[in-house]
């Protein structure tokens, strides 16, 4: 199946620090991807959807500003966290859809722990 | 809107028990419909999915089918094994919207020896 690799696996930053997050489609490209937002013991909340080439789609109540997505290839997409705080300590989760696998599927990444002190 | 609702955990269950947890969904048009498994400290990993009405979904002894008359998508076991303990997510995909998950609150299952 469809590989998608998520860098790093865990972070831990400063406060007012930022930092990145990549999502990356190993043996396919990906025109979308997700990313999703898991706090303990909590179930996954869409974030944004990143296209190649555009600007990312964000859910309702995501800050924008706050969570920079960039998609400049068919093969990565980046999350960059800006000026985190500890409230911003989650799991982040990347997902990528492979269009020659039907029109319903995405594979997930590893996710990301951050944790921000 | 889309949603999901998912049964509360978290669901104890001894080795060799039936397991059922239940999934219904609220969508326009017609989703497709998944459940996802998160071992701890891991991603996600797609365990069944299903496309269309009346479908059956299965994988692992795991079984669920898309029922559009009550709007559900239980998930079914006849025999749990300790190896089964993680989180249970159920997801749709929203009619045309490929790639987008709509994902339910998850259970908890605890599988005891």
């Known amino acids: 199946g469809a590989v998608v690799s998520q860098h790093p696996s865990w972070v831990i930053c400063k406060s007012g620090t930022s930092v990145k997050i990549e999502c990356r489609s190993l043996?396919?490209?990906?025109?979308?991807m997700f990313w999703y937002r898991q706090f303990p013991k909590q179930s996954l909340m869409l974030m944004a959807t990143?296209?190649?080439?555009?600007?990312?789609?964000?859910e309702q109540g995501v800050e924008k500003d706050k969570f920079l997505i960039n998609h400049a290839s068919l093969t990565l997409s980046t999350l960059t966290v800006t000026s985190a705080h500890p409230e911003d300590s989650s799991f982040y989760i990347c997902?990528?859809?492979?269009?020659?696998?039907?029109?319903?599927?995405?594979?997930f990444g590893q996710g990301t722990r951050l944790t921000v002190v | 809107g889309n949603s999901v609702t998912q049964m509360e955990g978290p669901v104890t269950l001894s080795e060799e028990a039936f397991l059922t947890i239940n999934c219904t969904y609220t969508?326009?048009?017609?989703?497709?419909l998944f459940w996802y498994v998160q071992y701890p400290g891991e991603g996600l990993q797609l365990l069944l999915k299903?496309?269309?009405?009346?479908d059956k979904g299965s994988n692992k002894g795991f079984e669920a089918t898309y029922r559009k008359e009550t709007t559900s998508f239980h998930l079914e076991k006849g025999s749990v094994q300790v190896s089964d303990s993680a989180v249970y997510f159920c997801?749709?995909?929203?009619?045309?919207?490929?790639?987008?998950?709509?994902f339910g609150q998850g259970t908890e299952l605890s599988v005891k020896p």
């Open positions: 997902s990528a859809r492979d269009p020659w696998v039907g029109n319903t599927e995405a594979f």
């Open positions: 043996d396919f490209q990906a025109t979308t």
């Open positions: 990143s296209n190649e080439g555009s600007k990312a789609t964000y």
């Open positions: 969508a326009t048009g017609y989703p497709s």
């Open positions: 299903a496309t269309k009405a009346d």
């Open positions: 997801a749709l995909t929203p009619y045309n919207q490929g790639g987008k998950l709509i």
